[in-house]
């Protein structure tokens, strides 16, 4: 699926009301967001502790009253291209929804595709609840991540395509090793390369009389 089933309920639920449970306690907003669980709700860090232990949450944070998430957090799980991101007290972040405000006055150079919010930079859309609209009416974006293959590496070579798997530390220890050696000990001398710096100290025979 080019949009995982939680995102939806994440862009929807509100979030840094006080927790009718840890109420009285220091961070006891909720600001919480759990990917595992069906429910789409908001919980505080207390909750997380004692309820989604070992589930997949992520923290939202709010930049004037507007809800965000750290980039470095969400494009774990999602392929954010194309979102305008900001730096905020030294994090990047992007934001949840759009944002109202005026129209765009003439002359900007980036703007929004779907809320035509002005842009800083050349991205298309101004947060990821444009990005899911832009999905949903063309089609042409994603939040699916690329799988990458770690187990194989593809090579090509001679116009045709081979499949190779990477080497262990101990084959390619071995292998820098086989190199190494080669170097050292060729069958057939070659002539010194340019960058060879020649050793001093070796004794040269004179040649023999006639």
Not at 38 to 59: E, L, M, P, T, W
Not at 75 to 90: C, R
Not at 137 to 147: H, I, M, T, V
Request: with cysteine; aromatic share 8%; proline share 7%.
């Amino acid at each position: 699926m080019s949009v995982p089933p939680w995102l939806e309920p994440l862009l929807t639920t509100s979030f840094f009301s006080v927790c009718r449970v840890h109420g009285d306690a220091a961070r006891s907003e909720c600001n919480m967001f759990c990917l595992d669980c069906n429910g789409a709700y908001a919980f505080c860090f207390y909750c997380r502790s004692s309820r989604h232990k070992d589930h997949q949450v992520i923290q939202i944070r709010r930049s004037s009253y507007h809800d965000v998430v750290r980039v470095a957090e969400i494009q774990k799980l999602l392929d954010i291209s194309g979102v305008q991101t900001y730096v905020i007290n030294s994090a990047r972040v992007l934001f949840l929804n759009e944002r109202p405000q005026p129209k765009a006055a003439k002359g900007v150079a980036h703007i929004c595709e779907i809320c035509g919010r002005s842009l800083l930079d050349p991205f298309r859309f101004c947060s990821l609840g444009c990005k899911l609209v832009g999905i949903k009416r063309n089609g042409d974006a994603s939040f699916k991540l690329e799988a990458m293959n770690e187990e194989l590496v593809m090579e090509r070579r001679e116009g045709m395509m081979i499949q190779r798997r990477p080497m262990s530390s101990r084959e390619e220890e071995e292998e820098l090793r086989g190199g190494a050696q080669q170097d050292i000990y060729p069958s057939t001398p070659p002539p010194p390369p340019s960058t060879a710096r020649r050793r001093k100290g070796i004794p040269h025979r004179a040649p023999f009389g006639s």
